[in-house]
């Protein structure tokens, strides 16, 4: 059956006992992209000897989107991570509308919108894009769910496509993350149908548990049917636990995303 999408998984969630460039390797050797986190946790040098296909890394290691203190933060540590990214080849670079701490929780905490929140951060985004265009990058724009991060702005799947459609440049796309979505939004075909014009990855786990397809609620072999009818060819990602067996849970993932 023909392969339709560019699948990677994410390292850092799988084969957890290993070290991450054995992680990248054994993805390698399975014909698939490699997504990772944060650069600083890793020796970049052995990441390097890999020779992985590195599909996406967090592009920021602190800021935000919406105020000015924050937003001069995003942009100095992008155009540092922009460096590192090109170091290893990384296809797009991810951001969130405020940095993660621990367990994911947003910093600072951002409960509620103040007046003016979304004009600034599309400010913010074109500047990105400004950095993007200069360093000839592609940065996503990620959506979250309140659950597993609550408290963030610019989460919602519905405030992350109005940003990056209002914003609309090249260097700037979705990183639409089906997980999250399904816990905020659901609806998932149609939100992949409003978002196709932007979308640079979209990413999977299924839900209750953020295992691979299969573990859960979420119908991923319909899913990928629709994507495919979209015309969507673009990179897939998946960025879940394994229920047990990491290997088991990338064969399902490959398995789900065979059209």
Aim: some cysteine; hydrophobic content about 40%.
């Amino acid at each position: 059956m023909p392969q339709p999408f560019q699948l990677a998984v994410c390292a850092e969630m799988l084969w957890q006992d290993k070290p991450i460039e054995w992680r990248a390797a054994r993805l390698t050797e399975r014909g698939l992209g490699v997504g990772l986190w944060n650069w600083p946790d890793h020796d970049l040098g052995k990441l390097e000897s890999v020779g992985a296909n590195y599909t996406i890394m967090n592009g920021y290691l602190q800021g935000r989107l919406s105020d000015r203190d924050g937003a001069d933060k995003l942009l100095t540590s992008a155009r540092e991570t922009v460096e590192v990214g090109k170091r290893l080849g990384v296809d797009r670079l991810n951001l969130h509308g405020t940095g993660l701490g621990d367990g994911g929780i947003p910093i600072p905490l951002q409960g509620a919108f103040s007046p003016g929140m979304e004009l600034r951060a599309r400010d913010t985004l074109h500047r990105i894009c400004d950095l993007g265009e200069e360093m000839s990058v592609i940065f996503t724009l990620e959506n979250l769910n309140p659950l597993d991060h609550p408290g963030c702005p610019f989460g919602s799947t519905a405030e992350v496509l109005s940003l990056v459609s209002a914003v609309n440049r090249p260097q700037l796309r979705i990183n639409l993350d089906l997980y999250h979505t399904q816990i905020s939004e659901g609806d998932l075909v149609r939100w992949c149908e409003a978002s196709l014009p932007w979308i640079g990855e979209i990413q999977v786990a299924d839900n209750p548990g953020r295992c691979e397809p299969g573990t859960g609620e979420i119908n991923y072999p319909g899913i990928a049917r629709a994507l495919h009818c979209m015309g969507y060819t673009g990179p897939v990602g998946m960025e879940a636990f394994a229920a047990d067996d990491s290997d088991a849970a990338v064969d399902a993932f490959v398995a789900a995303f065979t059209v």
